[in-house]
């Protein structure tokens, strides 16, 4: 008896399959146009057609995202951080259209989540030329979508100071909103509605993680799983301002867990209320408290 010898299958021809390329060009202090001029050539040269896009300013550019998306393109590919991420979110979820990722932001936590490289954009393009989809759950509160984290506390009061200030650019801007923020911040009363259970407490900061880190690698929600259907929503509750800052490193190596004032609770829907804070999900100004955030399983398709 002979055993036929074959070779791998080959692969489906993508010549004529159109994708669309959409690039923050000021991502990462410029690594966006960079990361597209590598990106664009490699994509081609694999027999994609390729839709060559650029907002003008955010609108734009999400409503680039969805035309192309309602025409019927394959996959939509965005150059840029977690913001662009975010805005991809918003043209995709819920059409089974995937996303794809060419890192080249400052933060790059999807990227994180799905172990792409971050600092190479010929291999983040090779990994769209393959094509590999993975299924993730979704956070939607109302119409808008996150994928990473939605921060509602001493983070997101930050956040806002840092929108408002001029100078100086990139993270010393948060450095300063910080200083500025620490002398004047009090805990803040939280009205917590976990699916059936209500919580009504003091406290620091109150995350609600689809994912497990936000802000460039901060674990704040660390354990939270993509695809378990979940929600993970993290109390750090009323502590002094002291212990507030030397806390902080704890967040790099995910053992906030450890501190007396965490708790951990995984719903499939919360809201959250508070007085004057206004959330920040996947570092994107997201709206007033309060929300209500549920998850949605299953709602996007990425290229990992």
């Not at 840029?80 to 979110?89: E, K, P, R, V, Y």
């Not at 689809?210 to 259907?229: H, K, Q, V, Y």
Request: glycine residues 12%.
């Amino acid at each position: 008896m002979v055993a036929s010898m074959q070779g791998p299958s080959p692969q489906p021809s993508r010549r004529g399959r159109e994708i669309a390329l959409l690039t923050n060009p000021t991502a990462g202090r410029g690594r966006g146009a960079r990361h597209r001029d590598v990106a664009l050539p490699r994509l081609r040269a694999a027999g994609f057609v390729v839709r060559n896009l650029q907002g003008r300013d955010a609108d734009e550019a999400l409503d680039l995202a969805r035309a192309c998306v309602a025409d019927g393109v394959e996959a939509l590919v965005v150059c840029g951080g977690d913001g662009l991420t975010h805005l991809g979110a918003q043209a995709v979820a819920g059409t089974g259209v995937p996303l794809g990722l060419i890192p080249s932001g400052t933060g790059n936590d999807v990227a994180r989540y799905l172990g792409l490289p971050r600092r190479d954009p010929a291999a983040a393009a090779d990994r769209v030329v393959a094509s590999r989809t993975r299924t993730l759950d979704l956070a939607r509160s109302g119409d808008r979508w996150f994928v990473t984290v939605m921060a509602a506390g001493f983070d997101a009061v930050v956040n806002e100071r840092a929108n408002d200030m001029r100078w100086p650019r990139g993270q010393m801007r948060y450095n300063l909103a910080t200083v500025a923020e620490l002398p004047t911040f009090r805990p803040i009363p939280y009205v917590l509605q976990l699916d059936d259970e209500t919580v009504e407490t003091e406290a620091m900061l109150v995350a609600v993680g689809n994912g497990p880190s936000f802000g460039g690698g901060l674990r704040i929600t660390e354990g939270a799983e993509l695809d378990d259907g979940l929600l993970d929503v993290v109390v750090v509750g009323r502590m002094t301002k002291r212990k507030l800052v030397r806390s902080y490193p704890r967040l790099f190596t995910g053992s906030i867990d450890g501190l007396a004032e965490y708790s951990r609770h995984r719903v499939k829907q919360v809201t959250v209320a508070a007085p004057g804070i206004v959330a920040y999900a996947d570092g994107e100004r997201f709206g007033p408290l309060p929300l209500t955030v549920e998850c949605v399983p299953g709602a996007l398709e990425v290229i990992a």
